[in-house]
T-cell receptor, first 113, second 118 residues
Framework: DQQVKQNSPSLSVQEGRISILNCDYTNSMFDYFLWYKKYPAEGPTFLISISSIKDKNEDGRFTVFLNKSAKHLSLHIVPSQPGDSAVYFCAASDQGGSEKLVFGKGTKLTVNP | DVKVTQSSRYLVKRTGEKVFLECVQDMDHENMFWYRQDPGLGLRLIYFSYDVKMKEKGDIPEGYSVSREKKERFSLILESASTNQTSMYLC?????????????????FGPGTRLTVL
């Protein structure tokens, strides 16, 4: 039973365009969401997060949107750059519960020059 | 900066060997985690620890054990390595979450150990 789903295993975009990575969750107790970026042969690095009390959080070229009613979040990268090519993992947690994060399976983003 | 280090970047072992993967963090974090990453399966939690000598099973603990004798160190043990344990192993740590903290439950990852079992 997958509680966090990233339904697109891969995404390819042109440099300079927008990249939109999607994530759906099923557990209504989740109230904090994170995106991680992972290059090959490296550990994931934290990218951006959002609390359920917000519906948007921005950090430079990266914006995360949260739609609680739809249990959906998305990561927007504008403009996309070749260095953004990586695997992106969505993760969720229940702040009042466990220290664990529940990860999606990841989306491999390729930004073509 | 938080630093999480793992003892080896690449490791090759034979079936049946006992394998130790070591992880050390330098930020006095209470929580430590071991994951494995496989193509198409994402990050799967093997074990985690929220305090010294405390451990809890994750989603795929079979074939693994862990040890946390000191706060900064969390070891993953493969009692008898098998070929289906060939994977990328990732260690992470996190601080005990604080109410209102922006990065509640953010985990900091090490560089990973690519283990091949022949």
């Amino acid at each position: 039973d997958q509680q966090v789903k990233q339904n697109s295993p891969s995404l390819s975009v042109q440099e300079g365009r927008i990249s939109i990575l999607n994530c759906d969750y099923t557990n209504s107790m989740f109230d904090y969401f994170l995106w991680y970026k992972k290059y090959p042969a490296e550990g994931p690095t934290f990218l951006i997060s959002i609390s359920s009390i917000k519906d948007k959080n921005e950090d430079g070229r990266f914006t995360v949107f949260l739609n609680k009613s739809a249990k959906h979040l998305s990561l927007h990268i504008v403009p996309s750059q070749p260095g953004d090519s990586a695997v992106y993992f969505c993760a969720a947690s229940d702040q009042g519960g466990s220290e664990k994060l529940v990860f999606g399976k990841g989306t491999k983003l390729t930004v073509n020059p | 900066d938080v630093k999480v280090t793992q003892s080896s970047r690449y490791l090759v072992k034979r079936t049946g060997e006992k394998v130790f993967l070591e992880c050390v963090q330098d930020m006095d974090h209470e929580n430590m985690f071991w994951y494995r990453q496989d193509p198409g399966l994402g990050l799967r939690l093997i074990y985690f620890s929220y305090d010294v000598k405390m451990k809890e099973k994750g989603d795929i603990p079979e074939g693994y054990s862990v040890s946390r004798e000191k706060k900064e160190r969390f070891s993953l043990i493969l009692e008898s390595a098998s070929t289906n344990q060939t994977s990328m192993y990732l260690c992470a740590s996190s601080v005990e979450g604080l109410a209102g903290a922006l990065r509640y439950n953010e985990q900091f990852f090490g560089p990973g150990t690519r283990l091949t079992v022949l």
